[in-house]
């Protein structure tokens, strides 16, 4: 007879506090690693601006003076580098704490990959489609110019890119390793409710959301919306490509600001002229009663496909 499979190590610590612990890791980390990644566009700015893009970071996000080719390159660096960094971070914990593979289960690549592809940008685009109609059929955005299709294809595409890592990386860290540990001690409601919190709180940081105590209501139903896509999946590819596609259609596509970061280089231009309790004003849809509204009606259709995105077992589950 064969020697019998090892059975899988027990945890270290109990799942409340794994969560904390890496919670409070994962912002250290970014205090060290944050301004370091963020260096080489600080410095093409300030030789491109002078003083202004270290006064002002909002500057950061402007690609005028070095160009849009660089500044694209640039900000890649940047979030792919940011998005290492967290992956890293993850996998020494998960490996040392959790007692359990990282790839495997969260971001095991798998044939659903490509539906959970389709499904995430699809949704997120018909989810900012339904948004931006309502907000111009009441005549709060005024879309005022469309770019070239060569143009718009390069923004999307580009953007595409930049974006993809930013959301991976905060999807694993919330909706990946944070998720699992408080759902280990307090199970699966208690870590969607605690994971969208600590979501909220990475964008605390975030330009203009203390002019905008809405934006805290509406980074905890984003949250909400993309744990429910982990919850019906048990992995994180739908959740990553649902936030992928909401940044790319909310800012590079429509041109709205995406969580108090304003772009400038987008598909259409629009101009914000409703009142800031439905638009969220200069922090964005997500600090709008609108999008609020719109979300709650995504979230329902989100768990109406639920027999379509869950396998039997995934669905066992909940």
């Given at each position: 007879?064969?020697?019998?499979?090892?059975?899988?190590?027990?945890?270290?610590?109990?799942?409340?506090?794994?969560?904390?612990?890496?919670?409070?890791?994962?912002?250290?980390?970014?205090?060290?690693?944050?301004?370091?990644?963020?260096?080489?566009?600080?410095?093409?700015?300030?030789?491109?601006?002078?003083?202004?893009?270290?006064?002002?970071?909002?500057?950061?996000?402007?690609?005028?003076?070095i160009g849009v080719p660089l500044w694209t390159v640039l900000v890649a660096v940047v979030t792919w580098?940011?998005?290492?960094?967290?992956?890293?971070?993850?996998?020494?914990?998960?490996?040392?704490?959790?007692?359990?593979?990282?790839?495997?289960?969260?971001?095991?690549?798998?044939?659903?990959?490509?539906?959970?592809?389709?499904?995430?940008?699809?949704?997120?685009?018909?989810?900012?489609?339904?948004?931006?109609?309502?907000?111009?059929?009441?005549?709060?955005?005024?879309?005022?110019?469309?770019?070239?299709?060569?143009?718009?294809?390069?923004?999307?595409?580009?953007?595409?890119?930049?974006?993809?890592?930013?959301?991976?990386?905060?999807?694993?860290?919330?909706?990946?390793?944070?998720?699992?540990?408080?759902?280990?001690?307090?199970?699966?409601?208690?870590?969607?409710?605690?994971?969208?919190?600590?979501?909220?709180?990475?964008?605390?940081?975030?330009?203009?959301?203390?002019?905008?105590?809405?934006?805290?209501?509406?980074?905890?139903?984003?949250?909400?919306?993309?744990?429910?896509?982990?919850?019906?999946?048990?992995?994180?590819?739908?959740?990553?490509?649902?936030?992928?596609?909401?940044?790319?259609?909310?800012?590079?596509?429509?041109?709205?600001?995406?969580?108090?970061?304003?772009?400038?280089?987008?598909?259409?231009?629009?101009?914000?002229?409703?009142?800031?309790?439905?638009t969220g004003g200069a922090f964005g849809p997500e600090a709008g009663l609108l999008l609020c509204l719109?979300?709650?009606?995504?979230?329902?259709?989100?768990?109406?496909?639920?027999?379509?995105?869950?396998?039997?077992?995934?669905?066992?589950?909940?």
């Amino acid at each position: 007879m064969g020697a019998e499979a090892a059975a899988p190590a027990a945890p270290m610590m109990a799942g409340w506090l794994s969560a904390l612990v890496y919670l409070v890791g994962f912002f250290l980390v970014s205090l060290v690693f944050g301004p370091l990644l963020g260096l080489p566009l600080m410095l093409a700015k300030v030789a491109a601006s002078g003083r202004q893009a270290v006064d002002d970071p909002s500057h950061l996000f402007n690609p005028s003076g070095i160009g849009v080719p660089l500044w694209t390159v640039l900000v890649a660096v940047v979030t792919w580098g940011s998005f290492l960094v967290a992956l890293g971070y993850t996998a020494v914990l998960v490996y040392g704490i959790e007692k359990r593979p990282l790839w495997g289960q969260w971001l095991g690549w798998r044939m659903s990959t490509w539906r959970d592809l389709v499904v995430g940008m699809g949704l997120a685009a018909v989810f900012f489609v339904s948004v931006a109609g309502v907000g111009a059929a009441r005549n709060w955005y005024q879309f005022q110019s469309v770019a070239p299709a060569t143009e718009a294809l390069a923004i999307v595409f580009g953007g595409f890119w930049i974006l993809l890592p930013a959301a991976a990386a905060e999807e694993v860290s919330t909706r990946g390793y944070f998720f699992h540990a408080v759902e280990r001690s307090w199970g699966a409601p208690a870590a969607l409710g605690l994971s969208s919190l600590a979501f909220a709180a990475l964008h605390l940081n975030n330009p203009h959301i203390r002019e905008h105590p809405l934006a805290i209501v509406g980074l905890l139903l984003a949250g909400v919306y993309l744990g429910s896509a982990y919850l019906i999946t048990r992995n994180l590819w739908l959740a990553i490509f649902l936030h992928t596609g909401w940044n790319l259609m909310e800012g590079p596509v429509f041109g709205l600001p995406v969580s108090g970061i304003h772009l400038q280089t987008t598909v259409v231009q629009t101009r914000v002229t409703g009142p800031e309790l439905w638009t969220g004003g200069a922090f964005g849809p997500e600090a709008g009663l609108l999008l609020c509204l719109v979300m709650l009606f995504h979230l329902g259709t989100l768990w109406a496909l639920r027999p379509v995105l869950g396998s039997e077992a995934e669905r066992g589950r909940l």
